[in-house]
Nanobody, 123 residues
Framework: VQLVESGGGLVQAGASLRLSCAASGFTFNKSTMGWFRQAPGKERELVAA????????AYGDSVQGRFAISRDNAKNTLYLQMSNLNPDDTAVYYC?????????????????WGQGTQVTVSS
């Protein structure tokens, strides 16, 4: 199983970024997937989650209306489009596979994780 995130970087406030997560080694097109983030000194939090048929089922309160999760099952790739970024969005962003039970918002309900990609937003 492999999840490889890409697309992070250093941007200014107000900018946009698109993260990608390339998946392999499991049935991606039948898996609910999520994006989490973790800032220094803070707990890992859900950013967004989407079903295998590309319907979002959860967004974090702080990103609602600014971020959009999507996927391309033909490419085994998960995306996170981030707009109007602000310094509070600075974190390492992880993609993860939901393990099919429990709240989408709890990280313990995800069983495969990528290594993460750093997003830094300057003011």
């Amino acid at each position: 199983v492999q999840l490889v995130e890409s697309g992070g970087g250093l941007v200014q406030a107000g900018a946009s970024l698109r993260l990608s997560c390339a998946a392999s080694g499991f049935t991606f097109n039948k898996s609910t997937m999520g994006w989490f983030r973790q800032a220094p000194g803070k707990e890992r939090e859900l950013v967004a989650a989407t079903t295998w048929y590309d319907v979002p089922v959860a967004y974090g309160d702080s990103v609602q209306g600014r971020f959009a999760i999507s996927r391309d099952n033909a490419k085994n790739t998960l995306y996170l489009q981030m707009s109007n970024l602000n310094p509070d969005d600075t974190a390492v962003y992880y993609c993860a596979r939901y393990s099919s039970s429990g709240s989408y918002y709890r990280s313990e309900n995800y069983n495969y994780w990528g290594q993460g990609t750093q997003v830094t937003v300057s003011s």
